[in-house]
């Protein structure tokens, strides 16, 4: 950090580079992932979808890991930029949606891709847990199983929420 100090008339004037200093800690990759998350059913455009974007594998070992998170507008538009080249995976929520499958995409150094992501409406559990005689239970542990699909195509079970 620069800091400046200029007096003039008993005044003194700082002058602080802090926009330097915040450019010497975050690297320029120049890389970027666009896209539109948009309803399966209609092709309309999804508002106030959260977006996590992760890396998995990243093609420089020197990088550390990467965890974003972006909100998609009225457009359905997000956008990460500035991000190093790798292998990310794009994982899309909102209440009362789902997507099929992970969406994950190769990345070059300084490449910028695009991306349309398809949410279809999901379904909601709710309900109440009742003793023998009729009687609310409370404490009890519900969990939601749902399947899932690996990329060869292999169904796999597992929890996908749990409610106390």
């Known amino acids: 950090m620069t800091i400046r100090a200029i007096a003039a008339g008993g005044i003194v004037l700082l002058s602080v580079s802090v926009l330097a200093q915040e450019r010497a800690r975050k690297p320029i990759w120049g890389g970027s992932i666009s896209g539109r998350v948009i309803s ?13 974007l992760n890396s998995s594998r990243l093609t420089t070992t020197d990088i550390p890991s990467l965890a974003e998170t972006a909100t998609s507008g009225a457009d359905g538009s997000f956008e990460f930029p500035d991000i190093p080249g790798g292998t990310f995976a794009i994982r899309p929520t909102r209440p009362g949606y789902i997507v099929k499958g992970l969406t994950t995409m190769l990345l070059r150094d300084r490449e910028r891709a695009a991306v349309t992501i398809a949410m279809m409406r999901g379904g909601a559990i709710n309900g109440r847990i009742t003793g023998e005689f009729g009687e609310p239970v409370s404490g009890v542990q519900v969990h939601a199983l749902r399947d899932s699909y690996g990329e060869d195509g292999t169904r796999r079970s597992g929890s996908s929420g749990v409610a106390d």
């Open 40 to 52: 399966a059913e209609t092709g309309l455009p999804l508002a106030g979808v959260h977006v996590a």
